[in-house]
């Protein structure tokens, strides 16, 4: 019987620098402080599932340099519980890393060197050992071996979910937000591979090409339930899950659907967003993998993002099961189940 959960992709390092101000080209501002963390897909989910649940087994699946940073991620995934036994070392590349420049004013910039996360590619997986119930990769646009064109199945990232799902195993995908064109002509064909698919909005949106905010930013509830059947269209045979600020949202195989409102947070208990997406996402998968109703798996999901809010780290602020919800049970949203209908578009209150 297949226990656990994969989760296969980016693995970052960053470096925070605490700068006086950005400088302008050739210009000099002084660093005050340094710190470093995880991240990328692969550390933010898996720590954050280990998190929720320290008895489920989460293995790591991706690949890291023969340098610093690479000891540096294996130490503390050893110290959160992750099983590394499939992150493969390459000597010939550095670990990816990303340079995080804070300035005083609260601005954010960003240098990042993909390092081993261009390589990574399907000859790094050994899907003989991978005995989990669920693989799930990220992100989609942000691995350029993944993402590159394969003449049967697309993409070589399709071509790794096919793989897993020849083995019993479910399939699960996230996409990182970017500009430009690229989602209609690369995420498509991981699609027809995947049980489920949990992203953001702007991401969901832009690979059905449907915006699913107004001019002023605002949700357009209305649309999330098309933007998942269009997605459902596209070859996702379980579920679509996408999450925003405002809520989280869940479309299964016969397009029933629930969009349940996101915690209502008090005024300034959010630290910090970074890893929040991969929170919901964490919240999701342990909920799939639970066999949870819709509902609990929503709330469950919309529970570990606001618990990563509390901290400016992205996964410090994720608890336990019982924690999460119980931080659900003090902030939960009045009417917090905004919708749960089969007519796609049905007004929202």
């Known amino acids: 019987m297949k226990n656990g959960i994969a989760v296969g992709?980016?693995?970052f390092v960053d470096i925070l620098k605490q700068i006086d101000f950005y400088p302008g080209e050739g210009m000099l501002s002084q660093i005050r402080s340094e710190d470093r963390s995880v991240g990328g897909c692969v550390s933010n989910t898996g720590i954050s599932l280990k998190r929720l649940d320290p008895l489920l087994e989460v293995k790591a699946v991706s690949c890291i340099g023969d340098d610093d940073a690479g000891k540096y991620v294996l130490d503390i995934y050893e110290n959160n519980g992750l099983?590394?036994?499939?992150?493969?070392?390459?000597?010939?590349?550095?670990?990816?890393?990303?340079?995080?420049?804070?300035?005083?004013?609260?601005?954010?910039?960003f240098?990042?060197?993909?390092?081993?996360?261009?390589?990574?590619?399907?000859?790094?997986?050994?899907?003989?050992?991978?005995?989990?119930?669920?693989?799930?990769?990220?992100?989609?646009?942000?691995?350029?071996?993944?993402?590159?064109?394969d003449s049967e199945y697309g993409t070589v990232m399709a071509r790794v979910l096919c793989e897993a799902q020849k083995r019993g195993i479910k399939t699960s995908v996230d996409i990182v937000s970017e500009d430009g064109s690229r989602f209609r002509s690369i995420v498509p064909a991981s699609l027809k591979y995947c049980n489920y698919v949990i992203i953001n909005e702007i991401e969901a949106g832009r690979t059905v090409e449907i915006c699913p905010r107004r001019t002023d930013g605002t949700l357009i509830f209305e649309t999330l339930p098309l933007i998942?059947?269009?997605?459902?269209?596209?070859?996702?045979?379980?579920?679509?899950?996408?999450?925003?600020?405002?809520?989280?949202?869940?479309?299964?195989?016969?397009?029933?659907?629930i969009g349940l409102r996101s915690l209502n947070l008090p005024e300034g208990y959010i630290k910090g967003s970074v890893g929040a997406g991969d929170a919901?996402?964490?919240?999701?998968?342990?909920?799939?993998?639970?066999?949870?109703?819709?509902?609990?798996?929503?709330?469950?999901?919309?529970?570990?993002?606001?618990?990563?809010?509390s901290s400016r780290g992205g996964t410090e602020g994720v608890g336990t099961i019982e924690k999460m919800l119980a931080l659900h049970s003090r902030f939960?949203?009045?009417?917090?189940?905004?919708?749960?209908?089969k007519t796609r578009m049905a007004p929202v209150p």
């Not at 499939?86 to 420049?101: E, K, S």
């Not at 998968?285 to 109703?293: A, D, E, Q, T, V």
């Not at 939960?332 to 209908?341: D, G």
């Open 9 to 11: 992709g980016n693995i």
């Open 83 to 109: 099983d590394a036994s499939n992150i493969l070392t390459i000597d010939t590349a550095v670990t990816g890393h990303t340079d995080v420049f804070a300035s005083k004013a609260g601005t954010r910039t």
């Open 111 to 149: 240098f990042v060197n993909q390092g081993t996360n261009a390589l990574f590619d399907i000859n790094h997986i050994d899907f003989d050992s991978l005995d989990t119930k669920i693989l799930h990769m990220g992100y989609i646009l942000l691995m350029e071996r993944m993402d590159s064109p």
């Open 228 to 257: 998942c059947e269009r997605l459902m269209d596209m070859g996702v045979s379980d579920c679509v899950i996408i999450h925003c600020p405002e809520t989280g949202f869940l479309m299964d195989s016969k397009r029933n659907w």
């Open 280 to 309: 919901f996402c964490a919240g999701a998968l342990l909920g799939l993998y639970s066999g949870m109703s819709h509902e609990e798996i929503l709330r469950l999901a919309n529970s570990a993002a606001a618990g990563c809010l």
């Open 332 to 341: 939960a949203a009045a009417n917090e189940v905004w919708r749960k209908n």
